[in-house]
């Protein structure tokens, strides 16, 4: 078996290294090809999509409605034999409905609480009037990976 082989993660140590992490850096396409990378706070819905949202008028949106294609990257780790990440290739839905731009704050929210069962937020209806009045200025980016790319060189046990 090759190293390479050796240090792939299985599709259920991708989903849990990605439900542990809190930012994810997209990377999208500028005008000039030059790629733009930006971390993000996000959320996986039950499908297992990645969602997160930013400005409307913020470059990575505008360079997604440009190309749509894009990479997400998690990774850690500080030596090598402790490094691992995943890289998700695919090309993103974006959605400005207030609604769905509200369920994705609210999922990303109730995630970075710890909250990640999605009981009652408990904002006062002065705070959901905030988060509505946010979501109208925002565009929720989805992504349903089509390639997954991953590495965990703990598996090799420091043995090169």
């Not at 971390?39 to 969602?51: H, K, L, N, R, T």
């Not at 994705?104 to 705070?127: Q, Y």
């Amino acid at each position: 078996m090759s190293r390479r082989d050796q240090i792939i993660m299985t599709a259920d140590e991708v989903d849990t290294y990605l439900r542990s992490k809190l930012t994810i850096v997209i990377n999208s396409i500028g005008r000039d090809g030059v790629p733009h990378p930006a971390p993000m706070w996000f959320a996986v819905e039950d499908d297992g999509a990645i969602v997160m949202t930013t400005f409307t008028k913020s470059q990575k949106i505008q360079n997604l409605k440009r190309d749509p294609r894009v990479t997400l990257l998690l990774e850690d780790g500080t030596v090598y034999a402790e490094l691992r990440g995943v890289i998700f290739h695919g090309t993103v839905e974006l959605e400005e409905d207030v609604d769905g731009v509200v369920a994705i704050l609210g999922a990303i929210g109730r995630r970075d609480s710890g909250d990640a069962a999605g009981a009652a937020s408990g904002l006062s209806e002065a705070e959901q009037a905030g988060v509505r009045a946010q979501a109208k200025k925002r565009t929720a980016i989805r992504l349903r990976p089509k390639k997954v790319v991953s590495w965990d060189h703990r598996k090799l046990g420091g043995v090169y």
